[in-house]
């Protein structure tokens, strides 16, 4: 029985691995000198930098429409997408801080479901802001912020995609996290609109999906 033991440990040790399932990368992120995010293997072979405003319909459309194959090469761990915010007005500035302040483990929820549900949300912005500026005007920067994302749903849709409200009370208890959107914003300046982007170090501008993704196919993302 003894000489039968090293056999059968070493059969359920193989079985064990073989049905071990792949690291899912598209749920990691990891924050970076910049002051972003990384989504994906640190090590992955092609680093794509995404430089693109929550409040642009440009980035929602791109966002919708290479969703599947960006997904898959993250998946596969040949791709890894670092998320820069270039700010654009008031709005975007409480988005970017909200999403900051998810944390790596929640990021890349809230980063998809705030391009996903970009039209409603925007809308609401509008439409809330438009009733109450002038009210919250007195109140402190982080305070005004903290109110229009409320009043736009971000706070909720934050909330659904897995951040505690106790993360988003302390997201806008000071001006640490809206001062480091804003840095992020201005390590942005490179490129003149959103979106644009970093494929392995060289900046790429006004591209569709069916332009950049041939470009990640030869860089070596699958």
Not at 61 to 66: C, D, K, L, P
Not at 120 to 127: D, F, S, T, V
Not at 160 to 173: K, L, N, Q, R
Request: proline share 5%.
């Amino acid at each position: 029985m003894k000489t039968l033991l090293p056999i059968l440990v070493a059969a359920m040790l193989a079985a064990s691995t073989a049905g071990a399932a792949p690291r899912s990368w598209t749920a990691v992120a990891a924050p970076v000198a910049a002051g972003s995010y990384l989504i994906g293997n640190p090590k992955a072979k092609v680093r794509l930098v995404e430089i693109l405003s929550y409040t642009c319909p440009h980035c929602a459309h791109f966002a919708a429409e290479s969703e599947p194959s960006i997904k898959a090469m993250v998946r596969s761990g040949s791709l890894a997408v670092e998320v820069r915010n270039q700010l654009h007005d008031k709005i975007d500035l409480a988005a970017a801080t909200l999403a900051r302040c998810a944390g790596a483990k929640a990021f890349p929820a809230v980063h998809a479901a705030f391009f996903a549900q970009q039209k409603a949300w925007i809308e609401r912005a509008l439409e809330w802001d438009g009733a109450n500026a002038a009210r919250i005007a007195s109140y402190p920067q982080t305070a005004q912020l903290r109110a229009l994302a409320d009043g736009a749903g971000l706070t909720a849709i934050a909330r659904t995609a897995g951040v505690s409200p106790a993360a988003i009370d302390a997201c806008f208890a000071n001006e640490t996290a809206l001062n480091a959107a804003l840095k992020v914003s201005q390590s942005t300046e490179v490129a003149a609109g959103t979106p644009a982007f970093i494929l392995n170090g060289k900046l790429i501008q006004t591209v569709t999906w069916t332009q950049l993704q041939p470009m990640l196919r030869a860089a070596g993302a699958r």
